[in-house]
């Protein structure tokens, strides 16, 4: 088992930044592939970024890429996503997520575990 928890959430000028982290329990957190999603309001979640187990592959989504880096600590068990030169369509919540999905699958269904979310807004 694995509980994951987000923090570093809140409101932003678009251009600005912010670093989100989820920090995970459990022994077996430097196994798994993690991963940041996002969900808007009416929306589906949707896939940020996944990060390997060792961090020597990442993925970005096309509308994040160049902006956000994906990162992570295994010795602290923590995960971190720097967001950069953000906008009003960054405005979301936040989850991380933990499982074995291959670092360049955007989907939702091979994570097992999740964060309960932490809330991004990017004022115009």
Same mark, same amino acid.
């Given at each position: 088992? /694995?509980?994951?928890v987000?923090?570093? &959430?809140?409101?932003?000028?678009? !251009? !600005?930044?912010?670093?989100?982290?989820? #920090? %995970?329990?459990?022994?077996?957190?430097?196994?798994?592939?993690?991963? =940041?999603?996002r969900?808007?309001? &009416?929306?589906?979640?949707?896939?940020?970024?996944? $990060?390997? =187990?060792? #961090?020597?592959?990442?993925?970005?989504?096309?509308?994040?890429? !160049?902006?956000? $880096? $994906?990162?992570?600590?295994? #010795?602290?068990?923590?995960?971190?996503?720097?967001?950069?030169?953000?906008?009003?369509?960054?405005?979301?919540?936040?989850?991380? %997520?933990?499982?074995?999905?291959? /670092?360049?699958?955007?989907?939702?269904?091979?994570?097992?575990? =999740? &964060?309960?979310?932490?809330?991004?807004?990017?004022?115009?």
């Open positions: 088992q /694995v509980q994951l987000e923090s570093g &959430g809140g409101l932003v000028e678009a !251009g !600005g930044s912010l670093r989100l982290s989820c #920090a %995970a329990s459990g022994r077996t957190f430097s196994s798994y592939t993690m991963g =940041w999603f969900q808007a309001p &009416g929306k589906e979640r949707e896939f940020v970024a996944a $990060i390997n =187990w060792s #961090a020597s592959r990442t993925n970005y989504a096309d509308s994040v890429k !160049g902006r956000f $880096i $994906i990162s992570r600590d295994n #010795a602290k068990n923590t995960e971190y996503l720097q967001m950069n030169s953000l906008k009003p369509e960054d405005t979301a919540v936040y989850y991380c %997520a933990a499982g074995s999905a291959p /670092v360049g699958y955007y989907g939702v269904s091979q994570y097992d575990y =999740w &964060g309960q979310g932490t809330q991004v807004t990017v004022s115009s």
